[in-house]
Nanobody, 113 residues
Framework: QVQLVESGGGLVQAGGSLRLSCAAS????????MGWYRQAPGKQRELVAV???????NYADSVKGRFTISRDNAKNTIYLRMNSLTPEDTAVYYC???????WGQGTQVTVSS
């Protein structure tokens, strides 16, 4: 049974930073491609960032240069460092074992103007 648990969300002012974490059990994240997604109210869930087992990364255009996805294999955890946050980044953020139906419960990020 794969479980993904996100943490690190919260309320931050525009221009601020947060670091999200996604801890896994039942799967070795270092062997898998992992993704961060987000879903804002009334909008579809969208891909934010991806990291492959080889460490390659890819980002949505809207977050390039501001967000960084990383992985700590020893902790079986992935991270999303978010800088220069804007109100448009407000959403519930989820991690996903890519290509599977395994999702975390989500963590709320709210950016105030």
């Amino acid at each position: 049974q794969v479980q993904l648990v996100e943490s690190g969300g919260g309320l931050v002012q525009a221009g601020g930073s947060l670091r999200l974490s996604c801890a896994a059990s039942g799967a070795i994240l270092g062997f898998n491609t992992m993704g961060w997604y987000r879903q804002a109210p009334g909008k579809q869930r969208e891909l934010v960032a991806v990291i492959t087992s080889g460490g390659s990364t890819n980002y949505a255009d809207s977050v390039k240069g501001r967000f960084t996805i990383s992985r700590d294999n020893a902790k079986n955890t992935i991270y999303l460092r978010m800088n220069s946050l804007t109100p448009e980044d407000t959403a519930v953020y989820y991690c996903n074992l890519h290509g599977t139906a395994y999702w975390g419960q989500g963590t709320q990020v709210t950016v105030s103007s």
